[in-house]
């Protein structure tokens, strides 16, 4: 190397640095540095993580030709690539049907431990049984594509990390795949349709799910931590809600003890409503410090009857946020129920913030408003907001809120108030 | 009065303080509670040192005081709880917009005292500094040498170069780098000049004609008709299987040396001729590879591999670019011309090994004799 004076600044950096620097780069830039010097030449080709995306595409405009050359470039990379690959991670909408299984096939042979595929939508691939053979995987995430583990397939011993979106496995296979990984801890699964879907996994903590679920139970997770959960509804899974007997607040809620924060939306408070008795006591969610559950309908009284039972056995809540959803059809509820079921000298210690949007001010919703003020004791904030279909309403919400009794002096409500 | 009310504030403050020693042996006293955010430093503190002056914490070579004052300031901002995320990044924004070179060396410090956010951090800036950048803007932005020849670089990612486009860009960035490196390459021989040797023209044509022997370039007459003939050695022994380069690019580049003020004209002879061997060595190593590939055009000896599917239209066109190009810079042309015709007629570079090379200057030598 020649010595100028100033020399290299760059090639001397240890080679962690190194390939942290080329990982950072679009891959073909990567691939670019091969030209620069001698000592640069093959620098690119034992890099271990090997993320493939759209930042590389070429400025060619049909789409025929940029398939093609991003094909040959994936291609060409691994065939030049010498040493192990840690990560490989393809998000191109580019892609279809490509030679994915040969890709997959030279992946799995080196001990790879994190794999991404996201390719087009159109064509959903059929991921191939080499994929199966990754016993090394620590993280897998696949979009669009048809998963059809073979009958002998024993489970990723290592797994930690599973994202699944938008595929298409048969339902038996979905519940063994996540049994079969003992080390799970984060789970996200996404539009799986009209699945009953039953979860054992001992490590799990964290688990996001969006769809349209027929059922959800958690048979043993006792190390959930964060749990999200999205929920649509069908005509077929309303009329499945009806039919059924189990207690879903049970089923769902019954093993979690170590839950820390709670999410749900759209039908999810409902779904937890069915079924929904007072026979088991309930356990205490010692844990459980931030709740949020939109579109609650608080017209429903079992949907109100949910939310208390949550909140009740939170001692420890700090933070809750709730969003009401209107539906027609108001029914005068009873509120004695209330009066019955909480004791007076029941508080929310910790209760610091509490966040409701589009309140519509029905009765129940100003009789929860109200309890949850009588039993906060240091209650910071409260924001209200209400809901843009109410307009004459406001008023009389205003004037509701004002006369609540506040069991915290610091507390402060702020009315949003948005003018249509 | 100032001392007192020094001493009125230090029990007040109570801060503890360490002390490191960086690789220039000065020391300096930091904040615990900063130096702390360093992994490094911390396992330093918790065996025991840095406590005092006396037993300062040494830093690894590669933490200099300033760049130890930069990493303390980014240890500073963010070892405070209470900041938020946005607040976090757009410091983290201004923090890298530094030199390129202050960037590496704050990269390696950063590295060696295990402080892991913040070598993210300059590695992502140095990644947007190579992003998008040739290869020659890369090398000039980290003075890397440009020690490849054509032929590896296109090695590896041969197949992406299919655009007509950007081969003829290859072969003028080739031809330019041809003369920078013949640049060099008399910048060194300037250097070792006592390495030159005395030898007259025609020692040297004998040696190659006799064979491989002594390898010292020699003469040092400036006659003009031997510098012609050695040009025209020169060009057909730069002229490399594969490369792009033309006879009058190096022809360029010698004339280019000798126009220049850049090299000692009292130099320029032996110089040309430790290039002329250096060119000798890489013509037979390369033209080992692919003597069959050498295509006897009436042009000029062009890299036959890539002329493969160049239409000749454009053949043509990036010939008269290549004509144009050296007219630029060669009053001599009309005379070269003739020479390039007339050696091509005589099919010189039917090489297969490395006597085939000096085959070539037999013939030249001939005929100018």
Request: aromatic share 8%; with cysteine; hydrophobic share 35%.
């Amino acid at each position: 190397m020649e010595k100028d004076s100033d020399c290299d600044l760059i090639s001397d950096l240890p080679e962690s640095i190194i390939e942290t620097i080329l990982t950072k780069l679009p891959i073909r830039d990567a691939v670019r540095t091969s030209v620069i010097s001698t000592r640069w030449r093959y620098r690119w080709a034992s890099m271990t993580h090997l993320v493939f995306d759209d930042r590389s595409a070429t400025d060619y405009t049909d789409p025929n030709t940029v398939r093609d050359r991003v094909e040959n470039f994936v291609t060409k990379f691994l065939l030049l690539h010498n040493g192990p690959i840690h990560k490989f991670s393809i998000c191109s909408s580019h892609l279809g049907a490509c030679p994915i299984d040969q890709w997959l096939l030279f992946i799995s042979r080196k001990d790879v431990k994190e794999v991404v595929i996201e390719l087009g939508e159109d064509e959903w691939f059929r991921a191939p049984s080499c994929l199966f053979s990754c016993k090394n995987l620590t993280g897998l995430e696949l979009v669009y594509c048809e998963l059809n583990p073979p009958p002998n397939f024993k489970g990723f011993p290592w797994l930690k990390n599973l994202n699944l979106h938008q595929i298409a496995i048969p339902p038996d296979d979905i519940e063994c795949l996540i049994s079969s990984c003992p080390l799970l801890e984060n789970l996200s699964m996404s539009y799986f349709d009209g699945v009953e879907l039953t979860i054992r996994a001992p490590n799990l903590k964290y688990l996001v799910l969006e769809g349209e679920f027929k059922d959800i139970c958690l048979a043993n997770t006792p190390r959930l931590v964060n749990v999200s959960v999205l929920m649509y509804m069908t005509d077929h899974i309303a009329n499945h809600f009806e039919q059924s007997s189990s207690c879903n607040f049970d089923k769902f809620l019954g093993g979690v003890p170590k839950l820390e924060r709670l999410t749900g939306h759209l039908y999810f408070t409902k779904f937890l409503s069915i079924g929904n008795r007072n026979e088991r006591r309930p356990m205490t969610y010692h844990q459980l410090k931030f709740i949020e559950l939109y579109q609650v309908s608080f017209e429903d009284i079992n949907e109100v009857l949910v939310v208390l039972k949550l909140i009740v056995n939170c001692p420890n809540l700090k933070s809750l946020q709730i969003s009401g959803s209107t539906s027609a059809g108001a029914r005068d509820p009873d509120l004695q129920f209330w009066d019955k079921n909480i004791s007076e000298d029941f508080t929310l210690h910790e209760l610091k913030t509490v966040k409701l949007t589009d309140v519509s001010g029905v009765p129940l919703e100003m009789r929860f408003i109200k309890f949850l003020l009588e039993h906060s004791p240091v209650l910071e904030e409260m924001t209200v907001t209400p809901s843009s279909y109410v307009t004459e309403g406001r008023l009389s919400m205003l004037i509701d809120l004002v006369s609540f009794r506040r069991a915290s002096p610091q507390a402060s409500i702020v009315f949003v108030h948005k003018s249509i | 009065m100032i001392e007192a009310d020094s001493e009125i504030i230090k029990p007040e403050i109570l801060k503890a303080y360490v002390w490191l020693q960086t690789s220039d042996g000065s020391i300096q006293q930091v904040e615990q509670e900063v130096a702390m955010f360093c992994p490094f430093i911390c396992h330093e503190i918790h065996s025991g040192m840095g406590s005092s002056k006396n037993y300062p914490i040494s830093l690894p070579p590669r933490v200099n005081p300033p760049m130890l004052s930069l990493i303390l300031d980014y240890c500073r901002f963010h070892q405070v709880p209470g900041r938020s995320n946005k607040e976090r990044k757009s410091f983290d924004e201004k923090f890298v917009r530094l030199g390129t070179k202050r960037l590496c060396e704050l990269t390696s410090a950063a590295d060696s005292l295990q402080l892991k956010p913040l070598v993210d951090l300059t590695s992502r800036a140095l990644a947007r500094v190579i992003e998008g950048k040739s290869p020659e803007e890369i090398r000039e932005i980290f003075h890397l040498p440009d020690d490849l020849t054509e032929e590896e670089k296109l090695e590896p990612i041969k197949n992406t170069m299919d655009d007509p486009r950007i081969r003829l860009l290859n072969r003028l960035y080739a031809r330019k780098r041809k003369e920078l490196k013949e640049r060099e390459r008399l910048k060194n021989v300037e250097v070792e000049e006592d390495q030159a040797d005395e030898r007259s023209l025609d020692d040297l044509l004998s040696f190659i004609n006799g064979g491989n022997e002594d390898s010292k370039a020699s003469s040092s007459s400036k006659h003009k008709k031997k510098n012609r003939k050695r040009k025209d050695n020169h060009k057909t022994a730069s002229t490399n299987c594969g490369i792009s380069n033309g006879i009058s690019s190096s022809r360029n580049g010698v004339q280019k040396n000798k126009e220049t003020d850049e090299v000692d004209s009292d130099c320029s002879n032996p110089t040309f001729h430790g290039s002329l061997l250096h060119n000798l060595c890489n013509a037979t190593k390369l033209l080992d590879i692919g003597d069959d590939r050498i295509a006897p055009s009436g042009d000029e000896f062009d890299s036959c591999d890539l002329d493969d599917d160049i239409d000749p239209a454009l053949k043509e066109e990036i010939d008269r670019e290549v004509e144009d190009f050296a007219r630029r810079l060669n009053p001599d042309w009309p005379e070269r011309m003739q020479d390039i015709l007339f050696l091509s007629q005589r099919r010189p570079l039917q090489l297969a090994n490395g006597n085939g090379s000096l085959r070539v200057f037999t013939s030249i030598d001939q005929r100018q004799k």
